[in-house]
T-cell receptor, first 112, second 108 residues
Framework: DTEVTQTPKHLVMGMTNKKSLKCEQHMGHRAMYWYKQKAKKPPELMFVYSYEKLSINESVPSRFSPECPNSSLLNLHLHALQPEDSALYLC???????????FGPGTRLTVL | EDQVTQSPEALRLQEGESSSLNCSYTVSGLRGLFWYRQDPGKGPEFLFTLYSAGEEKEKERLKATLTKKESFLHITAPKPEDSATYLCAVQAGNKLVFGAGTILRVKS
C-alpha cells in the first residue's frame, strides 16, 4: 500500500483566518514533505521532515508553519495568508530522504 | 546547476498511435530519476524509478528507459485514459528537481 492521505480536499479561507492542512501515511516512511503547486507548473518544495525533524525549509514565509507530531502525521498551519498563496498543496512521503516519494491527493486552497 | 527539461510541452495522439516523451537532465551525481503521472487537480501518481544508464522498466502500455543524459517514456498503443501530465524528476542531493511536464492528450 502506497497511500498518503490529505485533509481537507478543499479549503477556502480569508486572509485573517487560521487553518491547518493534515497529511497521514502508514507505510513506515521516515521522510515527509510539503509541496506547493500552481496551475500548469511542477510542484515546488516547501518543507522536508526527516525522522520527525525539520531538515529543509525552502525559505517559505512564516505564515506557513509545519509540524510533525509523529512519524505518521504531518501538519501545515496557515495564518494570515495572501491570495497568491492559493494553490494545490501536496504532501509526500518516502522511506528515507532520497528514496521514491509518494504523493497524496492534495488540498486545493483558495485564499479570498 | 541541476536542471530537468521535458519535451515536447504538449503532445496530441490518436488512440493507438505510439510515441515517446523525453526528459533530459543535468545533475551532479544522479541518485534516481522518477516518472510521475498527474491528472488535473490531483497529486502526482508514481510510475517508475530508474537509477542507472541502461535500466528499463515497464508497466502496461508504458516503458521508461534511462541513458547518462536523458530518459524516455515510451507509450505503446495509448488509450484516452492515458491522457494526463507526465512529470519527470531527478534526485539532486536531498531534493527532487522536476521538469515542467508534458501534457498528453489521446483522442479516440
Amino acid at each position: 500500500d502506497t497511500e498518503v492521505t490529505q485533509t481537507p480536499k478543499h479549503l477556502v479561507m480569508g486572509m485573517t483566518n487560521k487553518k491547518s492542512l493534515k497529511c497521514e501515511q502508514h507505510m513506515g516512511h521516515r521522510a515527509m514533505y510539503w509541496y506547493k503547486q500552481k496551475a500548469k507548473k511542477p510542484p515546488e518544495l516547501m518543507f522536508v521532515y526527516s525522522y520527525e525533524k525539520l531538515s529543509i525549509n525552502e525559505s517559505v514565509p512564516s505564515r506557513f508553519s509545519p509540524e510533525c507530531p509523529n512519524s505518521s502525521l504531518l501538519n501545515l498551519h496557515l495564518h494570515a495568508l495572501q491570495p497568491e498563496d492559493s494553490a494545490l498543496y501536496l504532501c509526500a512521503s518516502s522511506r528515507v530522504r532520497t528514496d521514491t516519494q509518494y504523493f497524496g491527493p492534495g488540498t486545493r486552497l483558495t485564499v479570498l | 546547476e541541476d536542471q530537468v527539461t521535458q519535451s515536447p510541452e504538449a503532445l496530441r495522439l490518436q488512440e493507438g498511435e505510439s510515441s515517446s516523451l523525453n526528459c533530459s537532465y543535468t545533475v551532479s551525481g544522479l541518485r534516481g530519476l522518477f516518472w510521475y503521472r498527474q491528472d488535473p487537480g490531483k497529486g502526482p501518481e508514481f510510475l517508475f524509478t530508474l537509477y542507472s544508464a541502461g535500466e528499463e522498466k515497464e508497466k502496461e502500455r508504458l516503458k521508461a528507459t534511462l541513458t547518462k543524459k536523458e530518459s524516455f517514456l515510451h507509450i505503446t498503443a495509448p488509450k484516452p485514459e492515458d491522457s494526463a501530465t507526465y512529470l519527470c524528476a531527478v534526485q539532486a542531493g536531498n531534493k527532487l528537481v522536476f521538469g515542467a511536464g508534458t501534457i498528453l492528450r489521446v483522442k479516440s
